[in-house]
């Protein structure tokens, strides 16, 4: 076991770990650690506690100290010049002609270093808007390329729900979401229904994904040939939160499908959830990051 406090260095973000030096930091506070990028100011969200040595990638570094007055004046300054340098990039950009969008401009703690985040259809050769960037402001510059989805963590705003993006709230990271899911939750793959404002498949699709995958673990699925108390037939329809399901018997073919619970069917055969090339040549965009 090792002692620790949690540090998040963005509103929401990674939580990485810290020896804390035998100081008692409490949550909240504000701190100043090196990390693989410089030095840089983070807040403690987790206090001093104990965690086990698998859970550590090692060497650990240490914190500092904990942040002063002059620390926190500087992280404000810092803001006021991140403002400025992201006019100044986006003038640059035009100059050079670049087919590329300026997300955000982060300075480290201790100025060594301005980073640039950007996003684009693709690969973007911009060593002469690095050295262009790099007379302007005397210091080390970092262009870095992300994703949309990453844009929307960045930016913020509200989701087709009505509120706050989860990422840019709550979502330290992102998890891998896939059209399967969308699929096995029974959902329309309409584009505009699955995706969110960044154009990618919805965060929330895996929220209830674990529940999903129980569900179908105990009702048989579309085109699945099954045994009820009225004789054998194959599944029409599912709807896996009721349990219901639709069957076409063997011995009334031309009768509508007569309704079931999923306890009153025994599974003779299921039938899989598959993904046919089709959809996926028109969805597989949404899936990217």
Known sequence: MAEVIGVRFKNVGKVYYFDPNDNKIGKGSSVIVETARGVECGEVV???????EENIIRPLKS???VATEQDLKQVEDNVRKQKNAFDIC???????????KLVDVEYTFDNNKILFYFTADGRVDFRELVKDLASVFRTRIELRQIGVRDEAKMLGGLGVCGKPFCCATFLGEFQ???IKMAKEQ???LNPTKISGTCGRLMCCLKYEQEAYEDLLSITPKVGAYVKTKDGKGTVLDVNLLTGVLKVKLEKFPDAAPKVFTRKEVTTLRDAQIR???SELAELGQLEKE
């Not at 987790?46 to 086990?52: D, I, T």
């Open 275 to 277: 993904i046919d090339s």
């Open 63 to 65: 914190v500092i100290r």
């Open 186 to 188: 029974g959902l329309s």
């Open 90 to 100: 986006l003038q640059k950009i035009q100059n050079h002609k670049l087919d590329m």
């Open 46 to 52: 987790m206090e001093n506690r104990e965690v086990p």
């Open 176 to 178: 891998p979401v896939s």
